[in-house]
């Protein structure tokens, strides 16, 4: 059943994906963005890109990524031992048709942690679920209108791709 909501949600991505007029995250090797697990290791880590479906020349933004992980592979969200996460990542100028990955199998270790958390904790396959919340902003860190400019990342201790759960939450572009 999960497959199924994932494959939904990729037709659904995809969808919009194409959208006139717009830039968005958008998907990477037909899935994206994504949190899987990559040697060496097993860790898990980000993988995402930006694309400018527009017809003229983007200045460039932010992808701005917040949200958590739980390193001991519990099921329940204790705030003792989730580590909290959000970065910011410069998006480069981007002709129409161009694609870019921000985050090019980022180790979610490595992201910036907040307050509270536990610092460095490895997200490893097997004993690690989080979820994470992208959104792409222009320069004065305002969120873009349209498809894809908002988009949550789920993803499960199994480290399958199949358990991975990726939803727009952006709102219509006016």
């Not at 983007?58 to 909290?84: C, E, S």
């Not at 908002?150 to 199949?162: F, H, L, T, Y």
Request: net charge negative; proline share 9%; glycine share 10%.
């Amino acid at each position: 059943m999960r497959g199924l909501v994932i494959a939904m949600t990729v037709l659904a991505l995809g969808a919009t994906g194409c959208q006139k007029d717009s830039v968005q995250i958008s998907r990477v090797g037909g899935l994206s963005p994504l949190v899987l697990p990559f040697p060496p290791g097993n860790e898990n880590k980000l993988k995402a890109a930006v694309k400018n479906f527009g017809s003229e020349r983007w200045n460039g933004g932010i992808l701005r990524a917040m949200g958590f992980y739980n390193p001991n592979g519990q099921k329940t969200i204790d705030p003792a031992h989730t580590v909290l996460v959000e970065h910011t990542q410069l998006v480069p100028a981007l002709d129409p048709g161009q694609e870019v990955e921000v985050f090019a199998e980022a180790p979610i270790s490595s992201l910036n942690l907040q307050g509270g958390s536990i610092p460095a904790a490895p997200c490893v396959k097997g004993a690690c679920n989080g979820h994470l919340h992208l959104t792409l902003e222009d320069p004065s860190a305002q969120q873009l209108p349209g498809p894809n400019t908002e988009v949550s990342v789920s993803w499960a201790n199994s480290g399958e791709a199949k358990d991975l759960v990726v939803v727009d939450e952006s709102k219509p572009k006016p």
